[in-house]
């Protein structure tokens, strides 16, 4: 009896200390989003990387092993061009929708596209006019942040988009 009270409060500890050291692994890649946008991924027009940033593109804590994301891709793009970005659901247990958008100048949320999921295994594109980033080539121009979150605000995956 006592074994198995010792081995059941054991597994309830190392249960309890894996969750508390995920969501400290989620809290820490959230931080370094919401950090200034700094490099990015070169990319062509055939999704081929040119030059990787090791931070662009990486899977939350919460995701991981769950899907995979390919970079954006043209990075960097001209404005009044279209990128798109890639995401594969490999059983992520996605709550309805995904959504992308980018904090602006003013650290506002600019929403730039949601797709509703249907299924967790699922290819899903975005895509991104680079006019929604401002009205003009010099307004939109530099280095912009993108966050892809799920439908339960939790972040996903970010990079780093140059407008040109």
Known sequence: MKRLLLFTFFLIHSLFG?????????????AEA??????????DLQQNILEADKQDWRVSPFYEGLLQVLPLFPNPINYGGTAY??????????????ELGYLNFNQRWVPLQQEIVSSEFELVTFVIDTRNFGSNAELARGLHRLLLYDGNQRLITFGDILIQ
Request: hydrophobic fraction near 25%.
């Open 34 to 43: 919401y950090q200034p946008a700094s490099g990015y991924t070169k990319t």
């Open 85 to 98: 970005i890639e995401l594969t659901l490999n059983g992520a247990p996605i709550q309805s929708y995904l």
């Open 18 to 30: 894996y969750n508390c050291t995920q969501d400290d692994a989620q809290q820490q890649f959230e």
